[in-house]
């Protein structure tokens, strides 16, 4: 690019243009402006949208088993009513063998329920082994 220009003075100043700090300004400039320039009006983005959600049945071998509480702080695990008492909840979701095999369980409470209650069933899925207690949620 630039070449060494010999002077007649004998200072040893070096009279070369020096290109890369304006190439690094000029580049910045250009990158600023790239990323400031908005897109064309009418640019259309392709998107991917599923037309029908995906259902999970309930007899599917690999849904979380769902603990369900009523309104009236009735437990239960799918079809099958789970005691009141700590101990023997606990050992009734220890000796489930599809829990014990996943080692995870969700939990839908009614809003009614108090929350003392959805904590107590979530210890008692813990100390019953189930490694990952979840929420269930309702559609929204």
Excluded: C
Excluded at 18 to 26: A, F, K, Y
Excluded at 89 to 111: F, T, Y
């Amino acid at each position: 690019m630039a070449g060494n220009v010999q002077s007649d003075d004998d200072s040893g100043a070096l009279s070369e243009i020096n290109v890369t700090p304006m190439v690094d300004v000029l580049l910045s400039l250009l990158i600023i402006f790239m990323v400031a320039t908005p897109p064309p009006p009418h640019e259309q983005i392709p998107l991917d949208v599923p037309q029908e959600p995906k259902v999970q049945k309930q007899d599917d071998p690999n849904s979380t088993l769902l603990i369900t509480i009523t309104a009236e702080g009735k437990v239960s695990l799918g079809e099958t009513a789970l005691s009141d008492d700590y101990d023997t909840m606990v050992d009734e979701l220890s000796k489930n063998e599809k829990i014990q095999n996943d080692g995870r369980v969700a939990i839908d409470a009614d809003p009614k329920v108090n929350y003392g209650k959805v904590i107590r069933v979530m210890a008692a899925a813990h100390e019953s082994g189930v490694g990952s207690v979840g929420l269930a949620s309702d559609k929204l």
